[in-house]
């Protein structure tokens, strides 16, 4: 099946600093990504949708320059919290859809990375 | 926007039994998607089932069923047989595939399921 990778697991940083997180379809193309963050016993919050080669659609309260995202190519989207702090403190989730996806087949899902900004 | 609702935050059942989880969603569309997805404490979500909303046939995954309702626009999720393995939190999903929403999941907010030995 169609595998998705996030890259780190999990990542400590300084309040202030950027965070760069990595979202990769290994085995096909993605032409549109999703980020989500959720918080613990919650639901997913979908942050934005990535087109290849293209600006992220964002969605309504999120900062777009806080939270930059780069789809630079079919496999790879990035996630940049830019001066982190400590409320930015959370899991933060990829999906991909692959291209040329029937409309029946789903989002895959990378494993997620927990943030935690000190 | 379409809104996607689990009324069941919490829900128990013991190993071997069956236990039915509800979902309802909101939607002006005809054609659509509707999933459950499966995210246990690894937080890997994992597909369950899926259903197209032009099928009049419930989809079935082995012990996984659904009880689709168009006009009432319900989609509960039965789980038969239920394993230790099935404790995890459920999501109910729906997906657009028209106009500026295209392939976008809107989740409802998760039912914890426990199962009990």
């Known amino acids: 099946g169609a595998v998705v990778s996030q890259h780190p697991s999990r990542v400590i940083c300084k309040s202030g600093t950027s965070v760069k997180i990595e979202c990769r379809s290994l085995?096909?193309?993605?032409?549109?990504m999703f980020w989500y963050r959720q918080f613990p016993k919650k639901s997913l919050m979908l942050m934005a949708t990535s087109n290849e080669g293209s600006k992220a659609t964002y969605e309504q309260g999120v900062e777009k320059d806080k939270f930059l995202i780069n789809h630079a190519s079919l496999t790879l989207s990035t996630l940049t919290v830019t001066s982190a702090h400590p409320e930015d403190s959370s899991f933060y989730i990829c999906s991909a859809s692959p291209r040329g996806a029937l409309g029946w087949e789903t989002q895959y899902f990378g494993p997620g990375t927990r943030l935690l900004v000190l | 926007a379409q809104t996607v609702t689990q009324s069941q935050p919490e829900m128990s059942v013991q190993e071997a039994e069956t236990v039915t989880l509800s979902c309802t969603y909101d939607?002006?569309?005809?054609?659509?998607?509707l999933f459950w997805y499966k995210q246990p404490p690894s937080r890997q979500m994992i597909l369950v089932i899926r259903q197209e909303a032009y099928k009049q046939q419930n989809a079935t995954e082995n012990r996984f069923s659904v009880n689709f309702q168009k006009a009432a626009k319900s989609f509960s999720l039965k789980i038969s047989d239920s394993q230790l393995g099935d404790a995890a939190m459920y999501f109910c999903a729906y997906r657009s595939d028209r106009g500026s929403t295209l392939g976008r999941l809107y989740f409802g907010r998760g039912t914890q399921l426990t199962v009990w030995p």
């Open positions: 085995d096909f193309q993605a032409t549109t």
């Open positions: 939607t002006s569309e005809s054609d659509y998607y």
